[in-house]
Nanobody, 115 residues
Framework: QVKLVESGGGLVQPGGSLRLSCVASGITFSIYTMGWYRQAPGKQRELVARIYTFDTTNYADSVKGRFTISRDNAKNTVYLQMNNLKPEDTAVYYC?????????WGQGTQVTVSS
């Protein structure tokens, strides 16, 4: 059974930082492209950052320079370090793993940026 479990969300003030983690089980993690997506109320889910099997990364323009995605294949974990958070970063953040037609999602973790 495949499971992706996110953690690390919470309430943070503008300018603060959070680190999200996503632990995967039931897949050969190292061969999966891993991504972080987010969905704010009333908006479509959007890609935040993605990391490929050889650690190539790409980011949404809105988070470039503030967020960093990384992976630890030994721990089957992908991370999202979020710095200088803004109120517009408020959303449910989801982890996704995909390899060809196989695609798996986590249940999401809430990030709220507010003073």
């Amino acid at each position: 059974q495949v499971k992706l479990v996110e953690s690390g969300g919470g309430l943070v003030q503008p300018g603060g930082s959070l680190r999200l983690s996503c632990v995967a089980s039931g897949i050969t993690f190292s061969i999966y492209t891993m991504g972080w997506y987010r969905q704010a109320p009333g908006k479509q889910r959007e890609l935040v950052a993605r990391i490929y099997t050889f650690d190539t990364t790409n980011y949404a323009d809105s988070v470039k320079g503030r967020f960093t995605i990384s992976r630890d294949n030994a721990k089957n974990t992908v991370y999202l370090q979020m710095n200088n958070l803004k109120p517009e970063d408020t959303a449910v953040y989801y982890c996704k793993g995909n390899q060809y037609s196989n695609e798996y999602w986590g249940q999401g973790t809430q990030v709220t940026v507010s003073s």
